[in-house]
């Protein structure tokens, strides 16, 4: 089978150096798979960058653009431009089918408005969300939305269970993935309205492993395969755990630095202590597809490197492979189908 | 200066042993302060408990009370109760001046709805809030509101940035905090109009060191002194941090343990983790008040030990000292008076 990818070769802080890097790390990881990457954007630039890497240039195409989609790219004169962009041009050659998926590190906000118009969203979905891999105890969870609809109805957060589901399905190996609905702690402050009549939604739902009411803590805890939440809460999550990851590993830094026996210990546990930094790297995370698209359209972090953009390739050869789009749009006939 | 302190001493995961235990851990901690404790609660019970405690014993009385408020006590049974509960009596213990400060470890919606209701909110204060420190980077940061009010209007909003604000002047030592409005990343996506009008109103406000919008990731980063939230959004935010400590810690162990280099390592740089271990105590943190409210009425996790018990009546006690109430209506006066 062969994965051909359409690449946003301008996105991400690094621009295409770090993306034709990743494509060129992917390539030898996913060696069994027949790859081929197209690039989108300055034709020049993209040339003289993959000079250094003959046997990407090999199974490579380059799409020149006058028109960069850039950081400061705003969505509004992102769509006004629309095929004409490097961004758009690469969004399209999904939609046509000449290619099987998208993926560009470039600016949310352009990427997400390019994917809606073109790509169009499934039968069933009112809007696409932004999911996110999150490590936990038992391994992954994933959270969506993270930030493409700041206010949800309960309808979409019901649509976002469905497709957090199937992505479960996908990328946790899961068979029959639980999903929880997050909310806040204290018995007697249950939430506002928006995520009661989710709850009753997601109730009423046959077959589907719905667990219930999650809170914050019950994400790094990994208490449900699939969390759900609007995109202000997810966000507002997503970034905290940022943090304090960060947070972290400068307390950690700062205990072993401050004595000496933490030195020497250090150095003698440095395996260990490297297992811990690889468990907790977000570039392991890296790759979030726009959930709900007709075809696969995949945002890599803006300022990820060249391990973190390989990794967001490998989610989109995945979704490929695995025909995520065709198993998520019919588990959300059968639910929508079924609902009582 | 005789700071009389209100226990309730029934609440908390383990009960009266916890509270008394950090009752007695603070008087040795504050042995400067001329404390005197009530213990609200079984009466029985508390006198046994108290025997092991001769120190504690001569400066404690004991107020015994049939109806005593458990986890279990729903808001509105609490409010039937009333001043008859073990948890009202304390309450209003402090409303009559009796005590200066109350400290429950109960469950929270039972104990906020009793402090509303028999201490009344403060000149300008709608509906009272909780705060939490945060660890950061730079220190600590305040965090409000963490879950007493899941929607809010932009005016309580700006009400919470003042209250946030007195707090940090008294809680971190800063002289003019700063105070940052959370919301979310992306550029063309700045949050919802509650959030949009917020930031209007707190940037009409004179002498106030508004920051402007922060994201999750700027908690752990201290990136302001002071970070402000409706209490859905809030409570969610302290969830996910919370869970991503124990994770972390979680790894960190389980990649120690599964290496020898590790496991020597961990010996030798012991002190060290120990370090990082206390910087990353959650009791250290424990004690938040409900602010807003005309009296000192101090909320502690249920499931603390006397550590962090004792740590939430020293929050108590500095709050009386420096007579916090005082200064944080003075601070809402200005603020109303002078505003565009």
């Known amino acids: 089978m062969i994965v051909r990818l359409a690449l946003d070769a301008m996105g991400g802080d690094k621009g295409a150096s770090m993306v034709i890097a990743g494509a060129d790390r992917a390539l030898s990881i996913y060696r069994n798979t027949d790859l081929q990457f197209a690039f989108y954007g300055d034709g020049f630039l993209i040339e003289e960058t993959l000079k250094d890497y003959p046997s990407l240039k090999e199974i490579s195409e380059i799409l020149h653009s006058e028109h960069i989609v850039t950081n400061h790219t705003k969505p509004v004169e992102a769509i006004r431009k629309g095929r004409h962009s490097n961004l758009g041009m690469a969004i399209d050659s999904v939609r046509s089918n000449k290619h099987d998926a998208v993926v560009s590190a470039g600016n949310t906000g352009a990427y997400m408005a390019l994917s809606k118009i073109i790509l169009k969203t499934l039968d069933g979905v009112e809007r696409p969300a932004i999911p996110a891999i999150l490590p936990t105890v038992k391994g992954g969870t994933i959270v969506l939305d993270l930030g ?43 939430g506002n309205t928006i995520v009661q009549e989710a709850f009753q939604l997601l109730k009423s739902v046959h077959d589907f492993n719905f667990y ?64 811990f930094k690889k468990l907790s790297d977000p570039r392991l995370y890296n790759g979030a597809p726009f959930l709900g698209l007709q075809h696969v359209a995949i945002k890599s972090h803006g300022g990820t490197d060249d391990v973190g953009f390989a990794n967001a390739i490998g989610v ?9 789009i065709q198993s998520v749009q019919e588990q959300l006939h059968k639910v929508f189908d079924t609902k009582e």
């Open 148 to 190: 493409a609809n700041t206010e949800c109805t309960p309808q979409q957060l019901l649509e976002f269970a469905v497709m957090g589901e199937s992505l479960a399905r996908l990328r946790l190996n899961k068979e029959n993935p639980s999903v929880g609905l997050l909310n806040i702690g204290s018995e007697e402050l249950k």
């Open 212 to 275: 219930g009411f999650v809170e914050g803590d019950d994400i790094g805890a990994g208490t449900t395969d699939v969390v759900v939440t609007d995109g202000f809460t997810g966000n507002v999550a997503l970034k905290s755990i940022e943090g304090t990851v960060k947070l972290f590993r400068h307390f950690l830094q700062e205990s072993i630095q401050s004595t000496i026996g933490g030195k020497i210990g250090y150095l003698i546990a440095r395996r260990a202590l490297k297992k």
């Open 316 to 324: 989109a050869i995945d979704m490929v492979r695995q025909n995520f």
